[in-house]
């Protein structure tokens, strides 16, 4: 008796590891198809599906009807999020039509007693997906046939997991667990979420709802009150979906928690004055309505009542989520000076965008500094601050064309045009500092210490002169700046000389002598860049109507 007990555990816990593992590995495989196969022809697509609240809202209600879960619906929309192929706000809506969607399987347990299976395709898919994946030669077909076979070790995950709960409904007494009062339907509604929870299927947890009021088994306020729970505990699949997802991905789950949470709440307040109302709105065609049915009526009833509430709710809730689950990369990238409504006044936009370009300033010279240290840096330690880089690069440019849109003096209209300028020799610092640290790290360490030597003395040079670079025009070291470029330029002439004899005596393979010199070559780049940038802000800053004679003859 005791090895069945026991077999039965390893079996619930295996099954439900399994399960997990199936689904988490299909949530990844259907991302990164999205991603490689969509492209922007995919995003087109579904912009034009999801382009209005009211589209994206039907777009969710009518998919999720047609195969019957909301699970789908919601796993899919969350890859494309995932995946960056939805915005935030489009998402949330489809998510939201995708729960008034889900009411179509009570309805089809209430009148026809059918439910379709959605799952029952998960096999052919992950079949005809791997088939693609392994005998396509074009790319998007390939990596389409990747997210398919995804979609279905999803699903196939979620039967997994039913299996190993099958036949725990039957342990439950429902009738039992029914008191009078509030708290027997909170109880109910815990209830409710957990055999959704347990069976991964709100479609099972509704049906038995039904065919529990029907029976006569538990009052129809309790039927009720699960079938708000099995409502809600649809959240659970949406919290396992984003487990390593990106920020806009955990953006939509909490979206959807939050739908559902508020919906619950708001329909178990008023849980028998809204079955009053749909019972005595029904019963005015002169038939009363069968248990199942008016279950079925509350639950599309209490969903629709949801988006209702989302209307005035739902852009303060998405801006509100847009500052949560932020990585390192979009605080970074965020423009911290960049207000919209300066735009439209060309002083103080000026002064913004001097103040970021700052920003962007502290940023680069960072990558430049680390990427020439003694030790080169690890792989990707630069790729957060490079991203940051290109994000606030083109933030500049995109609030200096807003801002020329406005009358200005001309020389304010210099001005902005400068700064675009200076984020663009910033810019420029970055790429070349994260491709010295890419070359550093390809190094092989083969010259002579005497030349290693040489080289750090001349890296610590490179370092002082970009630190001289990028201090304030009015802390008066513009000399030391503008000498210290030229100590560089000689340290590099030198630093030439002696890699060419290296390599051309045979104490540096070819090879590498390449690439010292290819580092040094950028590195000389950099500080070139850093000191234009440092005699811009100088102009800018202390005497902008010179910027018309005095700096024409560069480029950026």
Not at 44 to 62: D, F, K, N
Not at 153 to 176: C, K, N
């Amino acid at each position: 008796m005791l090895e069945a007990e026991a077999v039965s555990t390893y079996a619930l816990i295996a099954g439900f590891l399994g399960g997990l593992g199936l689904f988490l590995l299909g949530m990844t495989l259907l991302t990164d198809g999205l991603k490689t196969a969509g492209g922007k022809a995919l995003q087109h697509i579904l912009g034009q599906w999801t382009r209005t609240r009211p589209r994206a809202l039907a777009s969710g209600m009518g998919v999720t009807a047609l195969v019957q879960s909301s699970s789908a619906v919601t796993v899919a929309t969350i890859g494309f999020a995932n995946a960056g192929l939805l915005t935030l706000g489009q998402s949330v809506w489809v998510i939201f039509g995708s729960n008034v969607g889900t009411t179509m399987t009570g309805w089809l347990v209430a009148l026809i007693g059918f439910n379709i299976r959605i799952e029952a395709f998960a096999l052919p898919a992950i079949g005809i997906g791997a088939l693609l994946y392994l005998f396509m030669k074009a790319a998007r077909p390939r990596y389409l046939g990747l997210a398919l076979a995804g979609f279905g070790l999803l699903f196939f995950g979620i039967d997994v997991l039913r299996e190993a709960f099958e036949g725990l409904s039957a342990t439950f007494d429902l009738g039992a667990l029914a008191r009078p009062g509030f708290l027997g339907l909170v109880i109910m509604v815990g209830l409710g979420a957990l055999l959704t929870v347990l069976m991964q299927s709100s479609s099972a947890s509704m049906a038995m709802a039904l065919t529990a009021a029907m029976s006569g088994a538990v009052p129809l306020e309790a039927a009720a009150a699960a079938v708000i729970g099995a409502n809600l505990g649809t959240t659970v699949k949406a919290l396992l979906v984003v487990i390593g997802a990106t920020p806009n991905a955990k953006r939509v789950a909490a979206a959807h928690v939050i739908f559902n949470g508020l919906t619950a709440i708001v329909a178990l307040l008023i849980l028998p004055w809204f079955l009053a109302a749909i019972a005595w709105i029904w019963g005015s065609t002169g038939e009363a309505p069968a248990p199942a049915v008016l279950l079925a009526l509350f639950h599309t009833a209490f969903n629709l009542l949801g988006v209702a509430l989302m209307v005035p709710v739902a852009p303060p809730m998405i801006r509100f989520l847009q500052t949560r689950f932020r990585t390192e990369e979009e605080d970074i990238a965020r423009p911290r000076f960049l207000d919209r409504h300066s735009a439209g006044v060309p002083d103080l936009a000026l002064q913004s965008l001097l103040q970021e370009t700052d920003r962007l300033a502290d940023i680069s010279h960072s990558m430049a500094r680390e990427a020439l240290r003694a030790d080169p840096p690890a792989e990707g330690s630069l790729d957060t601050r490079r991203a940051a880089v290109e994000q606030l690069t083109a933030a500049i440019s995109d609030f200096a064309t807003r801002t020329a849109n406005h009358p200005m003096p001309q020389a304010i209209g210099h001005g902005i045009a400068e700064v675009v300028r200076i984020a663009r020799y910033h810019r420029e610092i970055a790429v070349l500092a994260e491709q010295i640290s890419d070359l550093r790290r390809q190094s092989t360490g083969e010259e002579r210490p005497a030349v290693s030597e040489q080289r750090r003395t001349w890296q610590e040079q490179v370092i002082r002169a970009l630190d001289l670079a990028n201090l304030e025009p009015e802390n008066g070291e513009n000399i030391a700046a503008a000498e210290a470029v030229q100590s560089v330029e000689i340290a590099y002439a030198e630093l030439k000389a002696a890699l060419l004899r290296e390599g051309t005596f045979g104490s540096l393979s070819m090879a590498e002598m390449e690439r010292q010199l290819r580092i040094i070559s950028m590195a000389r780049r950099l500080v070139t860049q850093a000191d234009k940038a440092r005699r811009h802000s100088e102009i800018l800053q202390n005497h902008p109507r010179d910027l018309d004679s005095t700096l024409d003859s560069e480029t950026a």
